[in-house]
């Protein structure tokens, strides 16, 4: 894969997966619990006009609706995973998490319809350094470098 467009800060971020996924009707985002809930719940309100659902690492039967409250983005019932993109966030990755690429390729399979987009969301290169870039066919990686400061 080859860069094709820049960006710069967490609107930016949003603003490019909103731009990937604007001919979709429904998102289903996998990833870790705890470290990948709230940024699928920040994803899935920059596109809260669309059907979005969570799933927990790769166990499509844990999959829960995305629904705005008043309190945001929240998990809420049962839903249907089968959507036209498939977004994996970079927590799937991490070696801690221990989830095999051969899971995640037949969880893609089950959910992603026939010409569905799989779509990857991580930070400082999460699918590359876990080789996942080149294992699994993704449509469009949309990867974020964290650069901060700490004032007092």
Do not use: H
Request: aromatic share 8%; charged share 25%; with cysteine.
């Amino acid at each position: 894969m080859e860069n094709v467009k820049e960006f710069k800060g967490l609107n930016g971020n949003l603003m490019a997966f909103k731009e990937e996924v604007a001919d979709a009707k429904k998102i289903t985002f996998a990833g870790a619990p705890g470290v990948c809930t709230p940024f699928a719940e920040l994803f899935a309100y920059a596109v809260r006009d669309k059907e979005s659902v969570f799933v927990t690492l790769t166990d499509i039967s844990s999959a829960r609706k995305l629904e705005l409250t008043p309190q945001g983005m929240q998990l809420t019932g049962p839903a249907d995973p089968k959507a036209d993109v498939v977004a994996l966030l970079g927590g799937l990755s991490m070696p801690k998490v221990n989830v095999k690429i051969g899971e995640v390729q037949e969880m893609i399979d089950n959910i992603l319809d026939e010409d569905g987009k799989l779509i990857g969301l991580c930070y400082m290169d999460m699918f590359k350094d876990a080789g996942w870039d080149e294992q699994l066919n993704f449509d469009c990686i949309i990867d974020g470098t964290l650069i901060g400061v700490v004032k007092k």
